[in-house]
């Protein structure tokens, strides 16, 4: 089966991700030669390796949390509200998995002078960033399954270019 075609939509919030993402990368050459290279202190490795573990289960149990859109909302008004909380769960869920590397650059300048604090707090977000913040039929579908708890149809899959998700089919499909 061929995937549906992208919407702008999703596009530009792909692009505000993938821009978080290089800033990352960017901000870990600039510390490089402010800090330098060092071993880095077991005890800040292992602080920011838990910090990881923490940020992933928050981001597991509060950032795709919404409220169910009203079944009686009208179709455009449900898509908006649908849109809104896709997008605001999204901006949560960018800012707490970014946190594992802001910390690591405070960690990096107090614990251990050593850039590979940094690194290993910026790799820990990448991969958040990965797998809860990128749009994708996963996220989507992770949002809308709460949004359309109550039964309301929102459209979102669609708005995003994700068709009708996994969910939908023959059986599932409404209107």
Not at 6 to 28: E, I, Y
Not at 50 to 63: E, K
Not at 98 to 111: M, T, Y
């Given at each position: 089966?061929?995937?549906?075609q992208?919407?702008?939509?999703?596009?530009?919030?792909?692009?505000?991700?993938?821009?978080v993402?290089?800033?990352?990368?960017?901000?870990?050459?600039?510390?490089?030669?402010?800090l330098?290279?060092g071993?880095?202190?077991?005890?800040?490795?292992?602080l920011?390796?838990?910090?990881?573990?923490?940020?992933?289960?928050?981001?597991?149990s509060?950032?795709?949390?919404?409220?169910?859109?009203?079944?009686?909302?009208?179709?455009?008004?449900?898509?908006e509200?649908?849109?809104?909380?896709?997008?605001?769960?999204?901006?949560?869920?960018?800012?707490?998995?970014?946190?594992?590397?802001?910390?690591?650059?405070?960690?990096?300048?107090?614990?251990?002078?050593?850039?590979?604090?940094?690194?290993?707090?910026?790799?820990?977000?990448?991969?958040l960033?990965?797998?809860?913040?990128?749009?994708?039929?996963?996220?989507?579908?992770?949002?809308?399954?709460r949004?359309?708890a109550?039964?309301?149809?929102?459209?979102?899959?669609?708005?995003?270019?994700?068709?009708?998700g996994?969910?939908?089919?023959?059986?599932?499909?409404?209107?």
């Amino acid at each position: 089966m061929a995937s549906a075609q992208k919407t702008p939509v999703v596009l530009t919030l792909r692009m505000l991700v993938g821009a978080v993402v290089g800033a990352l990368f960017l901000m870990a050459v600039a510390l490089m030669f402010v800090l330098g290279f060092g071993a880095p202190p077991l005890w800040a490795v292992v602080l920011l390796l838990l910090i990881g573990v923490a940020v992933y289960a928050v981001l597991q149990s509060f950032g795709y949390r919404v409220k169910p859109v009203s079944p009686s909302l009208p179709p455009e008004q449900a898509r908006e509200a649908a849109m809104n909380a896709f997008r605001s769960t999204l901006m949560l869920r960018l800012a707490l998995a970014e946190s594992v590397a802001i910390i690591g650059i405070a960690l990096a300048f107090v614990a251990g002078r050593t850039v590979l604090l940094y690194d290993l707090g910026a790799a820990i977000s990448v991969l958040l960033l990965a797998v809860h913040v990128w749009p994708s039929l996963r996220t989507v579908d992770k949002i809308v399954a709460r949004l359309e708890a109550d039964g309301a149809c929102t459209g979102l899959r669609e708005v995003l270019g994700f068709g009708g998700g996994a969910q939908d089919g023959p059986v599932t499909r409404r209107g």
